[in-house]
């Protein structure tokens, strides 16, 4: 893949440390998670739980996923024939592409998008197409799908589409109507969804989200996948799940043995038994929206201008006001070095070029580092 630099997470991380800046760019907690959930781990490796477990992964933590989606969702995977875990998200995305995509094949992706899928699709030997999200004037929706510029995308050749909502990075979160607009597009063409629903549990102002799940003739052509690494503040676990139904799950199973086999035993455990109690995930989307609120009002007294955000820990903000000569990318180069705040570019969820001139912070942070992040960003 020559022309596959490192991922701008990696490279924003590193620029922080280099620079002490307060790090708002790569999108992690940096909260511990519940205790009670290092507890379950310990127990299960103190229980002997050290070996490889199915490769489908642990059956107790598949039954919970099945019931966690019946309950929220409405619709039954079976556990042992249509959940899969997996090695986060992240081996999710590139699995179900494997296995799904052939040579040749084309593949929707709504941008701005998380930076694995098209090297996913390429490795896939498929061809992405890009389809870019709009920008309405309307304060309070910020980014949409435009679906007709999708619809107009679709060839013999499309085989599948990526979608990610609640989105990282706008915080876009879809609603019912989108959901209706995406049935009709791949049930109406023949395609495969591939749902990147990570952010499942993080909709503010009471929002439900609109899973692929929640539609049962969706759900038939839709590979679901989340991550228990944002939903319990444990992103360097790297334990996600996927869910579809059993044909497509048979499919990825056969690509799932050879680039991962399985998923670590304790860890697995330690969900499933975690996972007994709801509360945690219910109370998520609060807990994240006091943040949220908390961030933005503190940005309210910069110079910096905010996007709605309706899901996710991410904040989009433009940055015209304080360096209107800078890209985004020398932007965020600039506030790290100079100013002691990372921060993600926009036009890294781009394929081509973007001048946006819009940047991301991640708020899934201590008041007290969110506090630091605003003085700094208060003098600009
Ligand atoms: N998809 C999206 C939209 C993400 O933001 C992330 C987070 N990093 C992932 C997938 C990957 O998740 P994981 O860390 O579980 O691999
Ligand atoms: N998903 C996280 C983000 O968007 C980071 C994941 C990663 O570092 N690969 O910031």
Redo the contacts with the bound molecule.
């Keep these: 893949m020559p022309q596959i630099g490192t991922t701008i997470?990696s490279v924003m991380s590193a620029l922080a440390t280099r620079h002490g800046a307060v790090n708002l760019g790569q999108?992690f907690p940096d909260f511990d998670c519940d205790p009670a959930l290092i507890d379950a781990v310990t127990r299960a490796m103190r229980a002997g739980h050290n070996q490889y477990p199915p490769m489908t992964g642990w059956a107790p933590l598949r039954q919970a996923i099945a019931t966690k989606i019946e309950n929220l969702y409405g619709y039954r995977y079976d556990a042992d024939s249509e959940i899969t875990v997996t090695?986060?998200?992240?081996?999710a995305?590139l699995t179900a592409t494997l296995a799904l995509v052939h040579p040749g094949d084309e593949v929707i992706v709504i941008e701005p998008a998380?930076d694995?899928y098209a090297p996913a699709i390429q490795l896939a030997g498929g061809k992405a197409v890009f389809v870019r999200m709009e920008r309405t004037n309307n304060t309070d929706t910020g980014f949409i799908i435009p679906w007709d510029s999708v619809r107009a995308a679709v060839t013999p050749r499309t085989r599948m589409l990526v979608i990610?909502s609640p989105n990282?990075p706008t915080g876009m979160a879809m609603v019912e109507n989108d959901l209706k607009e995406l049935e009709d597009l791949i049930v109406g063409n023949n395609l495969y969804l591939l749902s990147?629903e990570?952010?499942e549990h993080m909709l503010f102002d009471r929002r439900r989200h609109e899973s692929a799940s929640r539609y049962p003739v969706l759900a038939e052509r839709s590979i679901v996948?989340s991550?228990f690494?944002?939903t319990f503040h444990v992103?360097g676990w790297?334990v996600?799940h996927v869910a579809a139904p059993a044909a497509l799950t048979a499919e990825f199973r056969k690509v799932h043995q050879f680039n991962v086999f399985t998923v670590n035993t304790p860890m697995q455990a330690a969900l499933a038994d975690y996972l007994t109690d709801p509360s945690p995930y219910l109370t998520l989307a609060d807990f994240y929206q006091r943040k949220r609120d908390f961030f933005r009002k503190g940005m309210a007294d910069t110079r910096f201008d905010l996007l709605p955000c309706d899901g996710t820990y991410f904040q989009l903000a433009g940055f015209n006001a304080v360096r209107e000569d800078l890209s985004d990318t020398a932007f965020c180069e600039w506030l790290t070095r100079e100013k002691g705040v990372a921060a993600i570019p926009l036009s890294a969820f781009y394929d081509g070029p973007c001048d946006a001139k819009l940047i991301r912070f991640c708020f899934a942070k201590k008041e007290t580092t969110l506090t630091n992040a605003l003085d700094r960003l208060t003098t600009l």
Excluded at 87 to 91: I, L, N, P, S
Aim: without cysteine.
């Design positions: 997470f999108g090695a986060g998200a992240t081996q995305i998380y694995s990610n990282n990147d990570v952010y996948i991550s690494g944002k992103t790297k996600g």
